[in-house]
């Protein structure tokens, strides 16, 4: 039985140089190219982000065509605290004819394929308005008839509150 042992294999420095502000100058030049396109689209994307959320904020209100928002409100520890199992992303007041009218909230939820965000409206008295899946990654046919709202699903949780207690499959919620 014979041995292999490893032949030391030289390189050039020259070689390695080149190779090495080759590899740095194409990075720098790919950095600036994505840094340029991010500037030019990053309004763009912003104003299309926000429309998409209003358009989820607009789903959760009782009346859509009289409601506006504020800006995203600063979360605070009671908040979060408050928000359970879920990871609270943001929260919007809602207002109708300039008063208060309630909460839009946008949440992250764990679901079986990854995480599902949803918002939720709540009014003034802290009962749910309604509930619309922004963004999901469910099974196709399974996990997403739910996300359509397929057989009332999510209106379920309409006029629930803190007031119901909690939530529990069979008892106070159909799933």
């Known amino acids: 039985m014979s041995t292999k042992s490893k032949e030391k294999v030289q ?5 390695i140089i080149k190779l090495t502000v080759t590899l ?3 990075c720098v030049v790919v950095a600036a ?3 340029g396109v991010n500037a030019v689209t990053e309004e763009k994307i912003d104003a299309i982000n926000w429309a998409n959320t209003v358009a989820a904020m607009k789903a959760v209100v009782a009346d859509p065509d009289n409601t506006t928002f504020s800006d995203e409100l600063p979360l605070t520890d009671e ?12 929260v919007y007041e809602v207002q109708v004819g300039g008063a208060g009218a309630g909460y839009a909230i946008k949440v992250v939820a764990s679901g079986s394929q990854g995480n599902i965000e949803m918002m939720v409206g709540v009014d003034g008295e802290g009962a749910v308005t309604g ?7 469910e099974t196709a046919g399974i996990g997403s008839k739910v996300m359509e709202n397929q057989n009332g699903v999510l209106d379920q949780f309409i006029g629930k509150s803190a007031a119901d207690g909690t939530l529990a499959v069979g008892t106070n919620v159909d799933a």
């Open 11 to 15: 390189m050039d420095p020259a070689y």
């Open 24 to 26: 740095l100058v194409t």
């Open 33 to 35: 190219a994505l840094g």
């Open 79 to 90: 908040m979060t605290a408050a928000s359970g199992s879920v990871t609270l992303d943001s």
């Open 131 to 137: 509930v619309s899946i922004v963004d999901n990654a």
